[in-house]
């Protein structure tokens, strides 16, 4: 108990600071102008789409993670404050320019956006094993670690990659493969062997708020991988990106029923979606042959990982992914990113490569290390349930 | 279970042959262009509107549909899979310019998403009666019918209606009628005597996921009208759509309470939709005045639909329509299309008849052949559960 | 029975006079243009908006109310009904010019959806004791007396408050604070003390749909701020609201959790919210940082309103307010109000007092004038449950 309270008074510290750290920033405003834009328009309809991405990120991570019946109100509610978190702390820590130049109004949003959801990634992994001020904690060390493998590999943070050398449109690596193998870090640390034998449990109230969640994630995903893509690439994009959800929802269908003789309804809330996280590096280069191609690919891969890779893999690290992101975001999003140093014309694929191997080491390094400290703050030997924390 | 195994084969064989043939067509990809044009910025809301619709699809009909208790997982699987199968066919179709033009990224995407659209209106005839491999099945040989019918309406096909000679702006015969219709011609082979004697369960959950996916419909109603319409004509419509909307739901009430004592909420869910439908063929020409009148009419239409002529029309095709899509997309939809006839300026309403009873015919006429082939596959006395299929 | 029968006549009275007073009214159209203009592309973009709008007034109004376990079913109809009496009639009255200049079609949508929020508000205080005709009655009521507010502080009606001088961009005095003390006034007339002794019950699966309503209002709730905001302040706007927000949202958490030892879900689910209600009047001038203060004030007011105020005022005043809508709507909203006087540059701080003064006792004076007529018209001593009226 007074771990926690010790964590409360952290937070309010670092919230008190945040306001003050911004009294002296003048936040970057639109100028005034006589007439409309074009480029004013343009930033309109990017901010559109960041509404779409906030939609992905409340209701699609939200009730995705709804599945876990007894952890029903603690999952949205943390999905609430991990964004109400990431947003402001990267808006703060880009317009300081402490990693990069200080963007836009609406990059800057979409920008964060992208964090929060491969916060949301990350926190699918120790789902259920965590207290809401945990949960405060993770988005604290998480965002700035993000930030920094954002920074090396896309502004050339630390000279390690020239810039425009690693291509990742819709986060592939980026946002999934890093929130995925960060969780995998994290869940090191905070399983205990008895968890193994608590099932996690569903029912079908849960399975349809999960899938609710699922189709919101898939119906907007273009606006996540276009989310920064100029004008005259939009429609193009968004089709690719439909094309490899279908794809994978195709595939996810087959491959679940072939291998588990029936359907698991949380593979295709799930591997559904793989499509998205696969053409994520190639959303705007690939043709739309291939991003139905790389889609059942990237279906049939994170099926695969929920049926046959998620027991021996959680065997080996002795942790439990409770949502399996590892098996949606981690190894589609490695799919994707390494499909890109082939298909991205004009691409240097040393460069592709360099910046994943970077970003596998800073997440599960990272990850690890948050993993520790969150477990210092409460690791414990049954999951919780809503009831401990909520009226 | 051999035949559900040629199913599948026969699927994968499709697939495989899609992504072959894909492979010598060159998608149209947007040149290059140094600034952004103002075509750019309206396919890029061109493009918006297809995220609506998207959630229409996915969102909408999917929960709608979720109002059969014992059948929630599948209903929701069944449209991941529908429209997984009818949006890339529709776009690969429409490339290879064998029914008509092909179309540009975004307009093909919206098109496309019409056609599913018609597809799930169709798939809630006989939902609760097909395994996930009929819905495969059905979505296959549905999406070229569709697509036939189109090109005849729209497209001067065979050469029955002029170019332009046919108004359906917003899809009241094409989309609603025609998948109706469609879903009647199916469910004529489906349903056995077994089955009339088990009523359609629904509980409080059920119903509220059902009245979530309504109103998802009815909120997004407008960028499905307006979807491919000319920007200056677009505010306009959307007031007339909402107009409809706004009558139909109206209507509803008074109908629903006054014709069964009190109000059911399947009535509210679907009737409350009939003006979108209704206004669909009128929605760029009527004025906001007309479209409220033409909503009030549909709702009344759709809630008489439910209470007295389904079950009459049931007894007579001895058939069971689950969503009773007759009354919702039905009825309304051919008074839609009717009324375009008498109230689009400068209409020849010949050729708008001759339309409607083109859909009508052909509708009906593939729609049976279509059922006759899945209940090839597996025609059932007693309805399907979720357990079936599901883990 | 015989009042209710009357209340349905007097409701189809008035649809039908509007039918007919609307034939003589020509419904401006947008002009034909020969090419696609940055105007237009603008009004799209608003239109955009007012679906987002849309979204919350069904999806997040709607299930925000659904808490209530044994009213679920009334909650949505009411939505759906409130809405489609509310935008109809705004659109009548401002298209006749009764009140102030006729807006332009997507001005006057999003004005109108404006309007139903604010019923939507209104109606969440009395929730569970009215049946549907007294929603419909009350809807009739409270529109003209919302329309004769807003021309009053905004068109400068009466001559009261000079043009401009009144600064509401987000409605937190005009549609927030105006809608909650209205309920406030109608509740005044409808609790009996039977009621108190009846606890308003909710389980786990509507405390997740109200989560689901709080979410979707959260993630389009820049899209309502920036309605009508011109372009290029737009997405200064958005990041001013998701600020807020988000300052809200990690208040609420701290204060709900301290307050109570253990956190309410009804409060994550409401005063996140107050973010947005209190950096209505303030978003497109206020810095982020100021907006981000706001909005973890707003929070903490409004968990305090559900903690502490709320039983106090409901002994005070006899009456229960099912949604605590004066928790997330009033107090807020008035804070937001007030803090424009003194935020705003160039504002005149006793144009603002001036305006939300007149808000205040309009609001209070017409909502308890409306409590009476509805009481009139039923007033139980038992709360309804979905079954006196629904199948």
């Known amino acids: 108990m007074r771990k926690s309270t010790c964590l409360l008074i952290l937070?309010?510290?670092?919230?008190?600071?945040?306001?003050?750290?911004?009294?002296?920033?003048?936040?970057?405003?639109?100028?005034?102008?006589?007439?409309?834009?074009?480029?004013?328009?343009?930033?309109?309809?990017?901010?559109?789409?960041?509404?779409?991405?906030?939609?992905?990120?409340?209701?699609?991570?939200?009730f995705l993670m709804v599945f876990v019946k007894k952890y029903g109100r603690s999952a949205v509610t943390a999905t609430y404050l991990l964004v109400s978190i990431a947003v402001p702390m990267y808006l703060y820590i880009n317009g300081k320019g402490y990693l990069g130049e200080p963007k836009s109004d609406v990059d800057g949003l979409l920008l964060a956006e992208f964090?929060?959801?491969?916060?949301?990634?990350?926190?699918?992994?120790?789902?259920?094993?965590?207290?809401?001020?945990?949960?405060?904690?993770?988005?604290?060390?998480?965002?700035?670690?993000?930030?920094?493998?954002?920074?090396?590999?896309?502004?050339?943070?630390?000279?390690?990659?020239?810039?425009?050398?690693?291509?990742?449109?819709?986060?592939?690596?980026?946002?999934?493969?890093?929130?995925?193998l960060f969780g995998l870090g994290v869940i090191m640390n905070?399983?205990?062997?008895?968890?193994?034998?608590?099932?996690?449990?569903?029912?079908?109230?849960?399975?349809?708020?999960?899938?609710?969640?699922?189709?919101?994630?898939?119906?907007?995903?273009?606006?996540?991988?276009?989310?920064?893509?100029?004008?005259?690439?939009?429609?193009?994009t968004a089709v690719n990106v439909f094309m490899a959800l279908c794809g994978a929802?195709?595939?996810?269908?087959?491959?679940?029923?072939?291998?588990?003789?029936?359907?698991?309804?949380?593979?295709?809330?799930?591997?559904?979606?793989?499509?998205?996280v696969g053409v994520g590096a190639t959303c705007d280069t690939a043709s739309h042959q291939t991003a139905f191609i790389i889609g059942i690919l990237a279906g049939a891969l994170?099926?695969?990982?929920?049926?046959?890779?998620?027991?021996?893999?959680?065997?080996?690290?002795?942790?439990?992914?409770?949502?399996?992101?590892?098996?949606?975001?981690?190894w589609p999003g490695l799919m994707g990113g390494i499909a890109a140093a082939f298909l991205v014309p004009g691409i240097v694929p040393a460069n592709q490569f360099k910046g994943i191997i970077i970003a596998i080491i800073?997440?599960?390094v990272t990850g690890y290390v948050t993993g520790q400290v969150l477990a210092y703050f409460g690791r414990r030997r049954t999951p919780y349930v809503d009831e401990e924390e909520f009226l």
């Open 249 to 276: 929802t195709i595939a996810t269908y087959f491959v679940s029923s072939t291998l588990r003789g029936k359907i698991a309804i949380g593979d295709v809330a799930n591997a559904a979606l793989a499509g998205g």
């Open 362 to 364: 800073l997440a599960l």
């Open 302 to 330: 994170s099926t695969i990982g929920f049926v046959a890779i998620q027991p021996v893999l959680q065997n080996k690290i002795k942790g439990i992914d409770t949502c399996g992101v590892t098996n949606l975001h981690g």
């Open 11 to 62: 937070a309010l510290l670092f919230m008190a600071g945040m306001i003050v750290g911004t009294t002296s920033y003048v936040w970057a405003t639109e100028e005034k102008a006589a007439h409309v834009t074009i480029d004013q328009v343009v930033s309109v309809q990017k901010y559109n789409r960041s509404i779409h991405v906030m939609a992905m990120l409340m209701v699609g991570f939200g």
């Open 115 to 180: 964090a929060a959801a491969s916060l949301l990634i990350c926190a699918g992994a120790p789902l259920g094993r965590l207290k809401m001020s945990q949960y405060l904690l993770l988005a604290l060390l998480f965002t700035p670690c993000y930030m920094i493998n954002e920074w090396i590999l896309l502004e050339s943070g630390l000279g390690l990659i020239p810039h425009g050398g690693f291509v990742d449109t819709g986060g592939s690596i980026l946002i999934h493969a890093f929130g995925a």
């Open 190 to 236: 905070m399983t205990t062997k008895e968890e193994f034998a608590v099932p996690v449990e569903s029912d079908h109230t849960s399975d349809q708020f999960s899938m609710l969640g699922s189709m919101v994630l898939w119906l907007f995903w273009p606006s996540f991988c276009a989310g920064l893509v100029e004008p005259k690439a939009v429609p193009f």
